[in-house]
């Protein structure tokens, strides 16, 4: 393998790969307590911020708590080494165009990862993007900001001094490592031969992918001023958090032109229909449209995902095309040739980041849940972008 090509027989061997580190502790849970232990830790990661400092009846018993202790120590030891001054390039490039960049994830990235017919399936099975789709897009997004924001991926003297983003990214590795148990634990030989290992290897690259290479594509489609350099700190930044995320090494792209073939050859793979996928879109855009106050506006959302997906668009059952697309078309039309005369496409950024701020704006009023804090951004990145709470 290397780093500009990934063959089928390569990544066929990684559909059987989830993430040994987190595997391994989950898997000695699943020993001492068998399912139930397991899911009571799934519970506790997804209600709780600080999984480790939950007290009363929030904390973990003695048992459970000690191998999460583990599990962190273990993962801080493997931490990579990082370039601290690309990671603060490629955090500078979130601020610039943050709005932007949540925009893409919502109406490019996500619906990209439910074209992805086998590894759609493990949303499916947990079912809260169906159940509670607000929680998932706000746990999605207020991900995205932990990591990207100014010191999220630090790496501190001590684990406790590590930035917001390294933790949140650690939690979200050992609930992946917790979700396969539970989906072995049910389905077992069943779900292996239809989907392989869920969460796998080529899955996790391939949400990778959508979080970096499919985000920086969706920033240029909408005229938003990049230079190869900010191409190459954001990606950079993610290719941290992969390898935070347990992703393995041959799978991170050495650079854009090495993520675009690794996307491509992903999507070549795996995309198709599938009920699950059209189960996922549906939600995603039912949750965007209450976001938009007027009514004659609410084909927005559909619109905007067909308008970057583009042919994957038909592996999703949206919405019929409304006169909303007509719009979409127009204002894309004429910044192109706006572009020419004037050099930067400023009435379309104009226009996508007055979306963007309603949508941030709508999503700081949503509770994530008795036990969470609110989403969360933090105030300097308000005060860039400009967002009213």
Not at 300 to 327: G, K, N
Request: neutral net charge; aromatic residues 6%; glycine residues 6%.
């Amino acid at each position: 393998m290397t780093a500009q090509s990934w063959t089928d027989a390569e990544l066929d061997a990684l559909r059987r790969i989830g993430d040994p580190l987190a595997d391994d502790i989950v898997a000695e849970i699943f020993r001492d307590g068998d399912v139930d232990a397991v899911r009571r830790l799934l519970r506790h990661l997804v209600d709780n911020d600080h999984p480790l400092l939950a007290v009363g009846d929030d904390a973990l018993p003695p048992e459970l708590l000690a191998h999460v202790e583990r599990y962190f120590a273990t993962s801080d030891a493997a931490l990579p080494e990082l370039d601290a001054a690309r990671i603060v390039a490629g955090e500078h490039v979130f601020e610039l165009h943050g709005p932007e960049v949540l925009m893409t994830l919502c109406c490019y990235s996500l619906p990209a990862s439910y074209t992805a017919r086998k590894g759609v399936q493990v949303l499916a099975q947990t079912g809260r993007l169906e159940s509670h789709p607000k929680r998932r897009l706000i746990e999605t997004t207020q991900m995205v900001i932990d990591v990207m924001s100014p010191g999220g991926l630090a790496l501190g003297e001590r684990a406790r001094h590590h930035g917001k983003g390294i933790r949140s990214a650690q939690k979200v590795r050992l609930m992946h490592a917790a979700i396969r148990r539970l989906i072995l634990a049910k389905h077992g030989e069943q779900w292996l031969e239809q989907f392989d290992v869920p969460i796998n290897q080529e899955d996790l690259a391939g949400t990778l992918m959508t979080f970096s290479q499919i985000v920086l594509d969706g920033l240029e489609r909408i005229g938003a001023p990049l230079t190869a350099e900010m191409h190459g700190s954001y990606l950079y930044a993610w290719s941290a958090i992969g390898r935070i995320m347990g992703i393995r090494e041959e799978l991170i792209p050495a650079d854009l032109a090495a993520a675009r073939v690794l996307t491509d050859t992903i999507k070549r793979r795996q995309t198709a229909r599938s009920d699950a996928g059209d189960l996922m879109a549906g939600a995603l855009v039912e949750l965007m449209r209450e976001s938009i106050p007027v009514g004659i506006l609410r084909g927005l959302p559909a619109t905007l995902l067909r308008f970057f997906l583009q042919d994957d668009s038909r592996y999703l059952a949206l919405p019929r095309p409304d006169w909303t697309e007509i719009l979409v078309r127009a204002i894309h039309g004429f910044t192109r040739i706006f572009d020419r005369i004037a050099g930067a496409s400023r009435l379309s950024r104009k226009l996508y980041r007055a979306f963007n701020r309603r949508f941030i704006a709508a999503l700081l009023r949503i509770e994530r849940g008795p036990k969470r804090t609110d989403f969360d951004i933090p105030d300097h990145l308000k005060r860039s972008w400009k967002i009213k709470t």
